[in-house]
T-cell receptor, first 113, second 116 residues
Framework: GNSVTQMEGPVTLSEEAFLTINCTYT??????LFWYVQYPGEGLQLLLK?????DKGSNKGFEATYRKETTSFHLEKGSVQVSDSAVYFC????????????FGKGNQVVVIP | DTEVTQTPKHLVMGMTNKKSLKCEQH?????MYWYKQKAKKPPELMFVYSYEKLSINESVPSRFSPECPNSSLLNLHLHALQPEDSALYLCASRQGSGKPGANVLTFGAGSRLTVL
């Protein structure tokens, strides 16, 4: 079945540092890929998405490119702010029926001033 | 209106209580979802309604009972819960299949449930 793997462990970095969170997936067919962000005490917000190979999703300075050859969708931001501190979930959706979302385990990102 | 609204934000209940969580959206979405999220974990799918019919029940215990009165509303009725059911309950919705954005879920802020 479909699955998503995110790198283990929290990510702690200083303000203005470069952020990368790795995400790889296993899926049949042609899934859509997403990054969701969850700020403390809140629900999930869609950060960006890509629906086909080589698509680049971008929002709020974050980017991720749908790489079918490496089955990856890594999240990057060139210069993080304290306000980017949150949990980031990579997810994929199949293209059939109920569009089930398969989530990765999530990565806690802590940005230190 | 581009939001999914969940009420209440917080709920504390005893194991013998009956309570309900409510979810509402006015985006014309035709699929609605309940997820359960434990601390530091990803959301786990519980139920999916598609065009007001239950289409997925992920083997959820019967003490959780979903209801979809109309295309804008989704309820989760709670009865005889256990302390381990304490979690953040998230509602989500999306467009009907075949429509633009049909694969994008919009989440509510969640209802944080504590079972004593």
């Amino acid at each position: 079945g479909n699955s998503v793997t995110q790198m283990e462990g929290p990510v702690t970095l200083s303000e203005e540092a470069f952020l990368t969170i790795n995400c790889t997936y296993t899926a049949t067919g042609y899934p859509s890929l997403f990054w969701y962000v969850q700020y403390p005490g809140e629900g999930l917000q869609l950060l960006l998405k890509a629906t086909k190979a080589d698509d680049k999703g971008s929002n709020k300075g974050f980017e991720a490119t749908y790489r079918k050859e490496t089955t990856s969708f890594h999240l990057e931001k060139g210069s993080v702010q304290v306000s980017d501190s949150a949990v980031y979930f990579c997810a994929l959706s199949d293209t059939y029926g109920n569009n089930r979302l398969a989530f990765g385990k999530g990565n806690q990102v802590v940005v230190i001033p | 209106d581009t939001e999914v609204t969940q009420t209440p934000k917080h709920l504390v209940m005893g194991m013998t209580n009956k309570k309900s969580l409510k979810c509402e959206q006015h985006m014309g979405h035709r699929a609605m979802y309940w997820y359960k999220q434990k601390a530091k974990k990803p959301p786990e799918l519980m139920f999916v309604y598609s065009y007001e019919k239950l289409s997925i029940n992920e083997s959820v215990p019967s003490r959780f009972s979903p209801e979809c009165p109309n295309s804008s509303l989704l309820n989760l009725h709670l009865h005889a819960l256990q302390p381990e059911d304490s979690a953040l309950y998230l509602c989500a919705s999306r467009q009907g299949s075949g429509k633009p954005g049909a694969n994008v879920l919009t989440f509510g802020a969640g209802s944080r449930l504590t079972v004593l």
